[in-house]
């Protein structure tokens, strides 16, 4: 009997060394696409707001003389830029100013970097940048 077990000894271990390996694998895609989606939603959720802020910034003295009521370009880049600024951990962001239908809007992009605590340990890159977008105009009616 003693002889028998010699022989099968580390079969089990290696097993579970190759299927502790796969589980490993499919938690880290787990946890570091759920930290990954949590960015997206937080950069969509950054954009958005930064472009509301940037949407305030009417252009005062036009508004005030009776002339339409547009977005300042200059108050509404340096509004975003504050926003972000203050929220924190933003790499990058962009500002446009679309016309749609004779009205300007602002239209702000922000890029975060996500850095992945788990696949960095199985060969995939350590961080993933994720994009937000949004939209905003000036409402100077009732809505």
């Known amino acids: 009997m003693t002889g028998?077990?010699?022989a099968e000894s580390g079969r089990v271990s290696l097993f579970l060394a190759?299927?502790?390996?796969?589980?490993?694998v499919i938690i880290s895609l787990a946890y570091d696409g759920a930290g990954q989606l949590r960015s997206l939603q937080r950069a969509d959720n950054l954009a958005a707001e930064a472009a509301r802020s940037g949407g305030q910034m009417i252009d005062r003295a036009r508004a005030i003389e009776g002339g339409p009521k547009q977005i300042d370009e200059v108050a509404a880049r340096d509004a975003v830029a504050a926003y972000l600024s203050a929220a924190g951990g933003v790499r990058d962001h962009d500002v446009s100013f679309p016309v749609v239908?004779?009205?300007?809007?602002?239209?702000?992009?922000v890029r975060i970097t996500y850095r992945r605590d788990l696949l960095g340990l199985f060969g995939f890159r350590n961080t993933a940048t994720v994009t937000g977008e949004a939209t905003a105009r000036a409402l100077t009616g009732a809505p």
């Open 4 to 6: 028998r077990r010699a």
């Open 18 to 24: 190759v299927a502790m390996t796969g589980v490993l």
């Open 101 to 109: 239908a004779g009205e300007r809007q602002i239209h702000v992009r």
